[in-house]
Each structure stands twice: as structure tokens, then as C-alpha cells.
T-cell receptor
Framework: DADVTQTPRNRITKTGKRIMLECSQTKGHDRMYWYRQDPGLGLRLIYY???????NKGEISDGYSVSRQAQAKFSLSLESAIPNQTALYFC??????????FGPGTRLTVT | KNEVEQSPQNLTAQEGEFITINCSYSVGISALHWLQQHPGGGIVSLFM???GKKKHGRLIATINIQEKHSSLHITASHPRDSAVYICAVRPTGNQFYFGTGTSLTVIP
């Protein structure tokens, strides 16, 4: 079984809808991250969390919110989706070292 | 401002060719991470290195911390090596910085 899972894997939604992307991990890592990937821009950090009570904004947090429900679960919400939030979203975990472990990604399309 | 720069952005090679992908960074780091993103989107770890060279099968990664440069080499390239290769660094602090990736296509 995968160590980092994301649901859904693909989602098409309409402008203005609220949507939640979920991430779960079995690696036992404290640190979890949400990134978005756009063609030509690489991975950009949206939010990160070092434990259940610690949430931090990344470079592109506007329009997004997160919830760390447990050490193993970190959810990303788009309160009112807009078309320029169409992207590939990745969750990742880290044990504080230099490696990150990525989920399979969620392809989100906002029409 | 990009803390991590990769070159080339796109690379097409014939099967069997020796391939080099470069990564330069502007921040002080202790280690660098090479990642592979498959055409389906998933990202997997290839190497984490802090000095010298590491080898795994046909892949070799080198790093020069003083020159802030790393290279990823693929020997005897194969079509299944076609992917996007990404380098990432984590300076002191909490965030990782990623290159925009090198898209490799290996033609049979």
C-alpha cells in the first residue's frame, strides 16, 4: 500500500464551488505539505504543517485553507474555486530531513 | 527569483545515449534531492546527496556543495527513462525549493 495517499485523484468542479482534497500518510512523519504544480512553474508551496497544532502559509496560500485533523491527515480546501486554480496538487511528508515523500497527486480542473 | 535552476528544460535523446541534467542553486544547503516525475504525474525519490557521488543502476548523481551545483547522469538511456526530473533543496529553515524540472524524452 502507498505510504502517502490522496483523494480524489481527479476532480472537475465549477467556479465558485467549495472543494476539499485529502491526504493521508502511514509514514509516521510529523511534517506535511501541500503543493501545486503548473506547467513551467515547478512545485509551489501552498501550506505546511509540522504537527497538529502548527499550520503555516506557503508562498501561494491565498484562496486556500488547510486542516490538520491528525498526525496522519492533512486536508486542503478551496473555499470558492476559480479557473486559475486548475492544477496538479501534491501532498508530501517529511521527517524533518532533506527528503520528501509525495502522494500520487490530484488533478483538479475548475470550469 | 528562482533559488533552483535546472538545465536543459527539455531534452530529447536516442536510446543508448549518455544524458546529463544540471541543477544549480543560490542558497546554502546541506543536501539536495533528485526526483523523477512519471508521465502519469507521480513523483518518486531518486537520490538524496550531500557530497560526492551516488549511483543507482544506470543513474549517477553528483554534487559540489561549494560550487552549488549538482548533475544527474543517465547511462545507456532507455525509453522508460522518459520522465520529468526535478531537483529540490532545503536550506536552513522549513521550506523546500524546487527546480522547474527537465523533461526527458528517449526515442527508441
Amino acid at each position: 500500500d502507498a505510504d502517502v495517499t490522496q483523494t480524489p485523484r481527479n476532480r472537475i468542479t465549477k467556479t465558485g464551488k467549495r472543494i476539499m482534497l485529502e491526504c493521508s500518510q502511514t509514514k509516521g512523519h510529523d511534517r506535511m505539505y501541500w503543493y501545486r504544480q503548473d506547467p513551467g512553474l515547478g512545485l509551489r508551496l501552498i501550506y505546511y504543517s509540522f504537527d497538529v497544532k502548527d499550520i503555516n502559509k506557503g508562498e501561494i496560500s491565498d484562496g486556500y485553507s488547510v486542516s490538520r485533523q491528525a498526525q496522519a491527515k492533512f486536508s486542503l480546501s478551496l473555499e470558492s474555486a476559480i479557473p486559475n486554480q486548475t492544477a496538479l496538487y501534491f501532498c508530501a511528508t517529511s521527517n524533518g530531513g532533506y527528503e520528501q515523500y509525495f502522494g500520487p497527486g490530484t488533478r483538479l480542473t475548475v470550469t | 527569483k528562482n533559488e533552483v535552476e535546472q538545465s536543459p528544460q527539455n531534452l530529447t535523446a536516442q536510446e543508448g545515449e549518455f544524458i546529463t541534467i544540471n541543477c544549480s542553486y543560490s542558497v546554502g544547503i546541506s543536501a539536495l534531492h533528485w526526483l523523477q516525475q512519471h508521465p502519469g504525474g507521480g513523483i518518486v525519490s531518486l537520490f538524496m546527496l550531500s557530497s560526492g557521488k551516488k549511483k543507482h543502476g544506470r543513474l549517477i548523481a553528483t554534487i559540489n556543495i561549494q560550487e552549488k551545483h549538482s548533475s544527474l547522469h543517465i547511462t545507456a538511456s532507455h525509453p522508460r527513462d522518459s520522465a520529468v526530473y526535478i531537483c529540490a533543496v532545503r536550506p536552513t529553515g522549513n521550506q523546500f525549493y524546487f527546480g522547474t524540472g527537465t523533461s526527458l524524452t528517449v526515442i527508441p
